[in-house]
């Protein structure tokens, strides 16, 4: 059983149904889900606080366990130092310098394992945990993470502000090891809907990385590939109001400076990855995926691990190779 | 071989491509008729290449064979228009309204049995006249097709005339047949890049079936998706200037009214089939496929039968299923 925070006494059962999180500094283990019950206002709500027996919390707690430290373990033994060589097959010249995540199959992997649909969010923020360094040990310029689209706001409430907090936290503490690798951290999207204190943590970590030369993850968070383009479209509207553009000249490039990506170096993806088995865009990253490879996988995210991310890579070399 | 077709019979044929015809001919569907017309790239040593009775007899049976098989099939399972039930298990509610085609594979397909690539396009011709009439009969309501990307310009000119010329004839012959069922056909793309003659061929058929409430087929020709949205957001700007718009108005809604889908009923594909094994969009209709359920089959355009539609609308139905689930 994982331990709680900072109560004293340990208690029979424990609100396990999803990670809430923390409100002050703690030094976030790796491996272990450390539940926190925050008062919150709609902590009101029945569903919030779910007493779960031992059994089921115990089940998270291996579901979640054995990917992690499997993986963690994994990673150790093969980079140990920077220097490594690609594994399992992979050619340098031929990685994909930009590689897009579609992450998709959360709630229902949850569902499938008999768990509430969003411990599968937590799982997939845990799985996260471990496929980002590893992009960056792979030496993957660029990342993007289909986090959370504009079409997600008519999700439940509950469902809503979870992820709302859930990906703040990832920004002020996951990112902390991402940090250590060199990374530089942008967020692709809307910035101006999201909760003040969110907006605050995202003017932060871009700013603390916008120098760093390492891989670049972006988290798409409150994006939508119609909306990249539309307000692309805005901006050249005012370009050309202003005297700057005149319509006919409009081309390719001046969208291109013009979508939320255009602070990255590589904008578009060499490689899409959508887990669950939904062969669809869903309206992602549309203008940037013109000529990416896609590569569509059964596994929900949650279930996604370095093999599957190798054998993707590969998937795409060999793709490569061919073309 | 320079001497009229209708002269006397040549031993060899000019056989590498299919020409278009100058001349109103009722155009069989299933024999390839070329022509030696004259023109001002026939100077190009590669246009005239004279061919085998083996090779061009390998096309003639290369093509026919799925043809005629294809032709009697159809005419069993399509009696008449009202009798038709949906075939192979296929729901008349979970059937897309609009199906798009990336038709790739044309050129693999000849070098693998043996002929110039640009056979391949011959083939796909061929190919087409049997999947759009089917696409009618099975009541789809939008058909689009990758024909030629604003990407093609630099592919080889003589396979960029050739395209043209073909295209320009499917437009003038091949569509009588889609005409008959009632098809309305367009052209999507950048049309003022190309032939003169082929412009004016365009303007007739467009012409000549807005009116129809058939199946709506759509071919992409000098098309791509950034250029369709970068003219979309040209068109907008426009209205900007003139005052019909204010910047922070521009919704998706304006966007889909100056794409060149406007004029579609159903502008956003409900499944996209990319044949060939290649999985990319290649810069298809980026916008409107947003949300497209994708189907990617290894086999190349020219091999895509009647089978192959019916499995891609099936697993699109299953995945409708499931979602709607």
Redesign the interface.
């Known amino acids: 059983m994982a331990e709680l925070a900072s109560t004293s006494t340990k208690p029979k059962h424990m609100a396990f149904t999803y990670l809430s999180p923390l409100k002050h500094d703690i030094v976030y283990p790796k491996i272990t889900i450390k539940p926190c019950l925050a008062p919150k206002s709609h902590s009101s709500n029945p569903n919030f606080l779910n007493i779960v027996s031992p059994i089921t919390s115990g089940k998270i707690h291996a579901a979640t366990t054995n990917v992690t430290t499997k993986e963690l373990s994994y990673q150790d033994e093969k980079f140990k130092t920077q220097e490594e060589a690609l594994p399992a097959g992979l050619e340098e010249e031929l990685m994909p310098k930009h590689v897009a995540f579609i992450l998709d199959g959360n709630r229902r992997w949850a569902v499938e394992k008999g768990l509430p649909p969003m411990d599968g969010h937590a799982a997939m923020r845990i799985t996260l945990r471990s496929i980002l360094p590893l992009c960056s040990k792979l030496n993957i310029k660029s990342v993007s993470l289909y986090a959370f689209s504009t079409e997600n706001w008519i999700r439940p409430t509950v469902e809503v502000d979870f992820l709302m907090e859930m990906y703040e936290d990832v920004l002020r503490n996951d990112t902390k090891e991402l940090l250590s690798l060199g990374c530089r951290i942008t967020l692709m999207g809307n910035k101006t809907k999201l909760p003040k204190s969110f907006q605050k943590v995202c003017t932060e970590i871009e700013e603390i990385s916008k120098n760093n030369t390492g891989t670049h993850i972006n988290y798409g968070i409150n994006y939508s ?2 909306h990249d ?2 307000q692309a ?2 901006s ?3 370009k ?2 202003d005297g700057i553009l005149v ?2 000249q ?3 490039t001046h ?1 291109k400076q013009e979508l939320y990506t255009k602070t990255n170096e590589f904008p578009y993806p060499d490689l899409v990855i959508r887990t669950s088995g ?6 992602f990253m ?2 940037q ?8 996988t059964k596994k929900y995210f949650p279930d996604f691990g370095e093999d599957d991310l190798i054998k993707a890579l590969l998937a795409f070399q060999e ?1 490569r190779r061919r073309v």
Not at 278 to 283: A, F, K
């Open positions: 590939g119609k383009i539309l479209c805005r050249i509207t005012t050309v109001k319509p006919n409009i081309n390719e969208f939904e062969i669809r865009l869903s309206n549309l203008w995926m013109a000529y990416s490879e896609l590569y569509f793709t």
